[in-house]
């Protein structure tokens, strides 16, 4: 790696904000020697642009030997991130390659076929006259072949030991906040009828220890293994014993790993299990004689090191890690495999003004599951008033679940304003989604999950509310086990995390600006209880916050065709008062103050949750 070429390898004709110190610092991180450097840089301050530079300091394949590793990989978990790449012509060197299924094949009579389930795929011996032009293995060689590789962190992690994507110089890992989690969850096997083909012909025992598990996987990826050739055997498959076979090979690598990780002595993965009530009826061959059933399992990793080691940290010499959110830098090492004191880390100064982008105290009570039916309600009513606020500019609802997206829904229908709001399911978000974002109208949207990789620049939205803390569910047993660790640090930290993503869907640039209204007032509670792992210029924005003045509840006017309804009190503003009124309209006795909840009480009567 030649880190003195990160300026000539950055992409835009100019620096903005803090970008030219950041390329300074991350250069210098280099040349102390540090094999790792976590860039800490804020929303919007170009994260895409600096991995570029750091991506162009790799090794050439002219400037080693033939051994030597040269390119470099660029990767990101969220899909959205990538199609973001892909569309700037500053990054147009980046060249992406995505899964066989997100290509289709060109052969005339497959135009519909995506390549995964082709003839080329479907046929033995099939000899393809078009793969010289198939878009996959087409952009496949491209981005081999070439200096920079970007795909998903999904991808990336697939192709650990691919003689295609080998080894290279450097790695740049865009939102690496959540590196540790999306390695527990890729690692994680789930057993069950969506994952298992074969689910129903199968007797599943009652498994009532870790060991269990293990010896059961093992018979589990034997029987795979032995309907897998069944279906290799046959001269053809159709697409649906494509898909089979496929996910036998998939789930015989999740089972293979699973055992060989249990029983590496050396191994730092600590491994859980968790079972399902069988259904009713269940059968199927009597292969475990008279044990008790049971039904779908997951297998979960924590601490998943070693699967890291082998997914990323093997994959390059020098390696980029960038994020607005890594809070605590020997945390967030530990969590991944690294030794903090061989990692550097470099802060990227945030040059978006404080006062554009306000945060608002709109609490109206804790949404634990126990007081969410009390609190709800109130929440809705303040969502109408904050619609009266902000007539004419388009919102966003931060949901947490399709249980409270739900709830909402319907009381904002039930008010009136039903015709301003918008929602989404599982299935449809992404166009749903972008149907909001395309129209003109100040509607507002109720999402579920998205915190992350969403860019609402300019009057796309101007404010956006957090109805729920985030706080991860402690019926997850990684998370009940880590608890019953007292890692309470960890668990607030990720929560302030998410919130910190959140606040920075509505504000891109310096000169953009939007205002988020907190509603769960166990929000509060976690910036007192995480405020040790706040960057500093979030604590800024917490500093600043106060009870805003709402308009008296008037659902008509929450409609922007309402008789003066294009009254509102700019984002950019203090808030118009520091007064607060309740639900209902009446004086709040806590007036401009945020009320906190004393540490010293029990910090899980606050967040048990088992919603998601």
């Avoid at 880390?345 to 599951?369: A, C, I, S, W």
């Avoid at 949207?445 to 990789?453: D, G, I, R």
């Avoid at 019926?475 to 607030?492: F, I, T």
């Amino acid at each position: 790696m030649n880190s003195e070429r990160i300026f000539e390898a950055f992409p835009a004709p100019s620096y903005r904000g803090a970008q030219e110190q950041a390329l300074r610092d991350i250069r210098d991180a280099f040349a102390a020697g540090n094999d790792v450097v976590l860039v800490r840089a804020p929303t919007g301050s170009g994260k895409s642009l600096l991995a570029r530079a750091v991506a162009g300091c790799a090794r050439r394949a002219e400037e080693g030997d033939p051994s030597d590793a040269t390119g470099a990989y660029y990767t990101t978990p969220q899909v959205s991130q990538l199609d973001d790449v892909a569309a700037d012509d500053l990054l147009a060197d980046l060249n992406v390659i995505r899964g066989k299924s997100n290509y289709t094949c060109i052969l005339p009579d497959e135009r519909d076929t995506p390549v995964n389930q082709a003839p080329c795929v479907r046929e033995r011996g099939y000899d393809c006259s078009v793969k010289h032009r198939c878009p996959y293995f087409s952009d496949r060689a491209i981005a081999s072949n070439r200096e920079i590789a970007a795909m998903t962190l999904a991808y990336f992690m697939q192709t650990a030991g691919s003689e295609v994507f080998r080894k290279r110089d450097v790695v740049v890992v865009d939102e690496a906040h959540g590196l540790a989690e999306w390695a527990e969850m890729y690692a994680t096997i789930q057993l069950g009828p969506r994952t298992v083909p074969f689910w129903d012909d199968l007797r599943v025992p009652a498994v009532d220890s870790i060991e269990r598990a293990v010896r059961y996987a093992e018979s589990l990826a034997g029987t795979c293994e032995r309907r897998k050739d069944d279906l290799l055997a046959q001269d053809s498959l159709s697409p649906g014993e494509v898909r089979e076979r496929d996910r036998l090979q998939e789930l015989i690598g999740e089972l293979e790993w699973f055992v060989s990780d249990f029983r590496d002595p050396e191994s730092p993965t600590t491994w859980l299990v968790d079972q399902s009530e069988p259904r009713s009826g269940d059968g199927g061959d009597a292969d475990d004689g008279d044990d008790p059933q049971g039904g779908p399992l997951t297998i979960k990793p924590m601490n998943p090191e070693k699967y890291l080691q082998h997914t990323v940290w093997d994959r390059g010499n020098k390696f980029a890690l960038l994020s607005a959110t890594i809070l605590n830098k020997d945390a967030f090492c530990r969590q991944v495999g690294l030794t903090p004191e061989n990692v550097a880390l470099v802060d990227v100064e945030h040059t978006f003004p404080v006062e554009n982008r306000p945060l608002y105290d709109v609490t109206q009570g804790k949404m634990t599951y126990e007081e969410r039916d009390e609190t709800t309600p109130k929440i809705a009513r303040t969502i109408v008033r904050l619609m009266q606020r902000h007539s004419d500019e388009k919102g966003l609802i931060h949901a947490h679940s399709y249980s409270i997206q739900e709830r909402l829904a319907d009381l904002l229908d039930d008010f009136g304003v039903g015709d301003r709001v918008r929602t989404h399911d599982r299935d449809g978000r992404d166009a749903a989604l972008e149907a909001w974002k395309a129209s003109d109208d100040p509607d507002v949207f109720l999402s579920v999950k998205m915190e992350e990789a969403l860019d609402l620049k300019g009057d796309l939205c101007r404010w956006q509310v957090l109805c729920k803390a985030p706080f991860l569910n402690t019926g997850d047993s990684r998370v009940a086990h880590r608890l019953e660790e007292g890692q309470w640090a960890w668990y607030y930290r990720t929560t302030l995390r998410t919130v910190i993503q959140a606040c920075g869907r509505v504000v891109r640039a310096p000169d953009d600006y939007g205002a988020t209204y907190l509603a769960d007032s166990s929000l509060l509670d976690c910036f007192e209880r995480a405020r040790t792992d706040m960057p500093d210029w979030f604590e800024a924005q917490v500093d600043r916050m106060e009870r805003p003045e709402l308009p008296a509840f008037e659902p008509r006017a929450a409609l922007s065709d309402a008789p003066n309804s294009g009254s509102r009190t700019n984002t950019r503003a203090t808030g118009g008062g520091s007064s607060g009124t309740d639900s209902g309209g009446q004086q709040n006795s806590s007036g401009s103050s945020r009320s906190r909840r004393s540490s010293r009480s029990s910090p899980l009567a606050d967040v048990w949750d088992t919603d998601g």
